[in-house]
């Protein structure tokens, strides 16, 4: 079956420093692969994207890249900020099918 | 561009009860996708609902059920309530049902089941 496995939370650091947000997947087919962000009191919103191998999504300073041969799609941001502080969720859909796959997300909080 | 939105936020419902959450999708989105989301875990996929029909449904009971209506709004009804039902229930809007992943999520409804 289709499954995503994320990094184990929580995760503190201090502002500015670097992040990386482990994610693995498996899944039938051929995935498009997301991260999701829910910051306190707000829904999920989309983060990024990548659609095959190699692409590298991008958005607000975070980037991951879409690695087949491992199955991944770390996220990771240079310079952490306090406002980053939510819950990530690794995701992915098979072209065609209607779900989201979510793993369980991690929780990140910034410390000034 | 009005967003997700959906009510209640909160409610406390007991065992056996039933329940009926609603949802106005995104201006422009046909199809609404509800997401159970039990506390410390991922989104789980409930159905997703297009054009008013159903096409295409997760691991869930027939005691989960659905409708959408032409204005592309939705409700998400559960009957006979159980304590593992205890979650935060999401919908999400998108363009279309094609499985592009771009979904755009309510805060959701928090149902309590005691």
């Known amino acids: 079956g289709n499954s995503v496995t994320q990094m184990e939370g929580p995760v503190t650091l201090s502002e500015e420093a670097f992040l990386t947000i482990n994610c693995t997947y498996t899944a039938t087919g051929y995935p498009s692969l997301f991260w999701y962000v829910q910051y306190p009191g707000e829904g999920l919103q989309l983060l990024l994207k990548?659609?095959?191998?190699?692409d590298k999504g991008s958005n607000k300073g975070f980037e991951a890249t879409y690695r087949k041969e491992t199955t991944s799609f770390h996220l990771e941001k240079g310079s952490v900020q306090v406002s980053d502080s939510a819950v990530y969720f690794c995701?992915?859909?098979?072209?065609?099918?209607?779900?989201?796959?979510f793993g369980q997300g991690t929780r990140l909080t910034i410390n000034p | 561009e009005t967003g997700v939105t959906q009510s209640p936020t909160h409610l406390i419902k007991t065992r056996g009860q039933q329940v009926t959450l609603r949802c106005s999708s995104q201006s422009g989105h046909n199809t609404v996708s509800w997401y159970q989301q039990a506390l410390g875990q991922g989104p789980q996929f409930i159905f997703q609902?297009?054009?008013?029909?159903?096409?295409g449904r997760g691991n869930f009971p027939p005691r989960f059920s659905g409708l959408q209506f032409p204005n592309y709004s939705s409700e998400l009804n559960v009957n006979a309530l159980e304590l593992d039902d205890s979650a935060l229930y999401l919908c999400a809007s998108s363009r279309d049902y094609a499985g592009t992943g771009e979904l755009f999520f309510g805060e959701g409804s928090r149902l309590t089941v005691l």
């Open positions: 995701a992915l859909v098979i072209q065609g099918a209607q779900k989201l796959v």
């Open positions: 990548a659609t095959k191998a190699d």
């Open positions: 609902y297009y054009r008013e029909e159903e096409n």
